[in-house]
């Protein structure tokens, strides 16, 4: 609010001509004159002083601008279609008995060799090990199997255009609870998506939204395999027994699939290199596709699992290895997995298995597998999709899904 000795200069000015001592009482006093004696304001110290014959110059009057209109709400063109990748296992190391042991060596670009099969709208996979941003040389857990990497590692997840990353798997607490808590600002700052970390509040089981070219995606992340307990005070990881999962997260994907345009499930699960999942398994992604799942990924048993066509889902039981020291002869086997999404009739339209495998030299890394390693992946792919009534058809080196989810 003005004060009146503001709005009187403010009028003064357009009539400066009616006199002297009008517009000397709007004459600002120096900064460093004394305050007047007597108690008089410095107004009227100004009018007393003020020879009789200073007419202040007049001043142009101050023309108020109206503020700028906000602009216009850009509208999000919504793309018809929206492809998606997917990929297991990846780390960056492990701890030996001689300290850490990285996977990358300096200036070599892991994922380069794949690139093109990786190449989406959206690349996800499962961060199957901690960051931090002081890498200790030792392992904070004292286990065999730790896993650990760094700022500096995780920058490959970044050239190799990952949007999202899980972290819901038994290796969460391989770095203590540090490891809990700085590696979802790290991912971020890197522009990549964590889901399913553990939280010190709120819902463990719960859905993520990404939102990519105008589509509404939610990701379940959660885990029914972990190496540490769950201790009071620690943040909860999403964790479940796997004959569970219909009671608890189930709820959570129906719910989801009310404002979403796709609701995908990823899941930590099953044992260690079985060549096929267990009954609660099956049971279970099937429970999550019925209840409004689109796709159920998995990962864990470091092997390669079946791909089911399960009413209009998708269930990949484990996509394997994908960046790992592990490159014996059956968890070298690997792939990526493409899906295209269709937005009319809400349905998958195109699925697209690329085989891959850990090649051995330099360092472990994930290559396109072509030749006698392509059909090693192929036969593999082939033989476990055809226990759940799934038939792919090979096109070139790949697989496609035979039945579209859109008919």
């Given at each position: 609010?003005?004060?009146?000795?503001?709005?009187?200069?403010?009028?003064?000015?357009?009539?400066?001509?009616?006199?002297?001592?009008?517009?000397t009482?709007?004459?600002?006093?120096?900064?460093?004159?004394?305050?007047p004696?007597?108690?008089?304001?410095?107004?009227?110290?100004?009018?007393?002083?003020?020879?009789?014959?200073?007419?202040?110059?007049?001043?142009?009057?101050?023309?108020?601008?109206?503020p700028?209109?906000?602009?216009?709400?850009?509208?999000?063109?919504?793309?018809?279609?929206?492809?998606?990748?997917?990929?297991?296992?990846?780390?960056?190391?492990?701890?030996?008995?001689?300290?850490?042991?990285?996977?990358?060596?300096?200036?070599?670009?892991?994922?380069?060799?794949?690139?093109p099969?990786?190449a989406?709208?959206?690349?996800?996979?499962?961060?199957?090990?901690?960051?931090?941003?002081?890498?200790?040389?030792?392992?904070p857990i004292?286990?065999?199997y730790?896993?650990?990497?760094?700022?500096e590692?995780a920058?490959h997840?970044?050239?190799?255009?990952?949007?999202?990353?899980?972290?819901?798997?038994?290796?969460?607490?391989?770095?203590?609870?540090?490891?809990i808590?700085?590696?979802?600002?790290?991912?971020?700052?890197?522009?990549?998506?964590?889901?399913?970390?553990?939280?010190?509040?709120?819902?463990?089981?719960?859905?993520?939204?990404?939102?990519?070219?105008?589509?509404?995606?939610a990701?379940?992340?959660?885990?029914?395999?972990t190496?540490?307990?769950?201790?009071?005070?620690?943040?909860?990881?999403?964790?479940?027994?796997?004959?569970?999962?219909?009671?608890?997260?189930?709820?959570?994907?129906?719910?989801?699939?009310?404002?979403?345009?796709?609701?995908i499930?990823?899941?930590?699960?099953?044992?260690?290199?079985?060549?096929?999942?267990?009954?609660?398994?099956?049971?279970?992604?099937?429970?999550?596709?019925?209840?409004?799942a689109?796709?159920?990924?998995?990962?864990?048993?470091?092997?390669?699992?079946?791909?089911?066509?399960?009413?209009?889902?998708?269930?990949?039981?484990?996509?394997?290895?994908?960046?790992?020291?592990?490159?014996?002869?059956?968890?070298?086997?690997?792939?990526?997995?493409?899906?295209?999404?269709?937005?009319?009739?809400?349905?998958?339209?195109?699925?697209?298995?690329?085989?891959?495998?850990?090649?051995?030299m330099?360092?472990?890394?994930?290559?396109?597998?072509?030749?006698?390693?392509?059909r090693?992946?192929?036969?593999?792919?082939?033989?476990?999709?055809?226990?759940?009534?799934?038939?792919?058809?090979?096109?070139?080196?790949?697989?496609?899904?035979?039945?579209?989810?859109?008919?």
């Amino acid at each position: 609010m003005r004060s009146p000795v503001l709005v009187s200069c403010l009028v003064s000015g357009l009539v400066a001509t009616l006199g002297a001592a009008v517009l000397t009482a709007c004459a600002p006093k120096p900064a460093d004159s004394p305050p007047p004696a007597g108690g008089a304001t410095p107004v009227d110290a100004a009018a007393k002083t003020a020879p009789a014959s200073a007419v202040p110059e007049a001043k142009p009057a101050v023309v108020v601008e109206p503020p700028p209109s906000s602009p216009a709400p850009v509208a999000i063109e919504v793309a018809p279609t929206l492809e998606l990748t997917f990929v297991g296992d990846v780390i960056f190391g492990r701890y030996r008995a001689t300290g850490f042991d990285p996977i990358p060596e300096k200036g070599f670009a892991v994922f380069d060799e794949i690139l093109p099969k990786l190449a989406s709208d959206m690349l996800v996979g499962n961060l199957e090990t901690p960051l931090v941003r002081d890498l200790p040389p030792d392992s904070p857990i004292g286990s065999r199997y730790a896993f650990g990497a760094s700022p500096e590692h995780a920058k490959h997840l970044q050239s190799a255009g990952f949007a999202a990353v899980s972290l819901a798997n038994n290796h969460w607490f391989d770095q203590r609870v540090v490891g809990i808590d700085e590696t979802p600002p790290i991912l971020r700052e890197l522009g990549i998506v964590p889901l399913g970390g553990a939280l010190r509040e709120g819902a463990p089981f719960r859905a993520e939204t990404i939102e990519k070219n105008g589509w509404k995606i939610a990701f379940v992340a959660i885990t029914t395999r972990t190496n540490a307990p769950l201790r009071e005070g620690v943040p909860v990881l999403p964790y479940l027994p796997t004959d569970e999962i219909g009671k608890t997260v189930v709820p959570v994907v129906t719910q989801a699939r009310g404002d979403h345009d796709l609701v995908i499930v990823v899941v930590h699960w099953g044992e260690e290199y079985a060549d096929a999942p267990n009954h609660a398994q099956i049971k279970a992604a099937h429970a999550l596709i019925d209840g409004g799942a689109d796709m159920v990924i998995g990962h864990h048993p470091h092997v390669l699992q079946a791909v089911e066509r399960y009413g209009k889902g998708l269930i990949a039981y484990s996509l394997g290895n994908f960046l790992f020291e592990n490159t014996n002869a059956i968890p070298r086997l690997t792939g990526v997995l493409r899906v295209r999404a269709r937005r009319a009739g809400a349905c998958l339209e195109r699925v697209v298995f690329h085989p891959a495998y850990i090649k051995r030299m330099p360092v472990p890394h994930p290559v396109p597998a072509t030749g006698s390693m392509g059909r090693q992946v192929r036969d593999r792919a082939l033989a476990q999709a055809k226990k759940f009534d799934t038939s792919w058809v090979v096109e070139g080196e790949d697989l496609v899904l035979e039945r579209s989810g859109c008919e």
